[in-house]
């Protein structure tokens, strides 16, 4: 029987050669490539990192705060570039989300869902 370490690395590899990763590499290097768009994307990580830390130090995130992220996430989301990265991620997202809940089937069913009665 081959090592699950194995699996794992033809899984990263078979990632790496999807479409959905080349289209999200696409994407990325499309926005880097443009500096205004460059810009406006770090701006956008920037914002999101420094709220996200706020968040998990339990710090409060003022108005003020949330409404320049609104401004910040409008912004990015009309720059066509952009717009077409944060699709193509998300749709990688999906993905890797779905390959998650198939390895982890053994564990759902061995434990199986508290609210069912096991038979």
Do not use: C
């Amino acid at each position: 029987m081959a090592n699950l370490y194995d699996y794992a690395y033809d899984l990263e590899k078979a990632i790496r050669n999807s479409e959905e990763f080349t289209s999200l590499k696409e994407a990325y290097e499309a926005v880097m490539n443009d500096e205004a768009a460059k810009t406006m994307f770090d701006d956008f990580r920037q914002t999101q990192m420094t709220l996200q830390q706020k968040q998990m130090q339990g710090e409060e995130i003022s108005e003020e705060e949330v409404e320049q992220a609104r401004k910040v996430v409008e912004l990015v989301q009309q720059h066509p570039q952009i717009s077409k990265l944060m699709e193509e991620e998300q749709r990688l997202n999906t993905v890797i989300n779905d390959i998650s809940r198939i390895i982890t089937k053994p564990l759902e069913e061995l434990y199986g869902n508290p609210e069912e009665p096991q038979q």
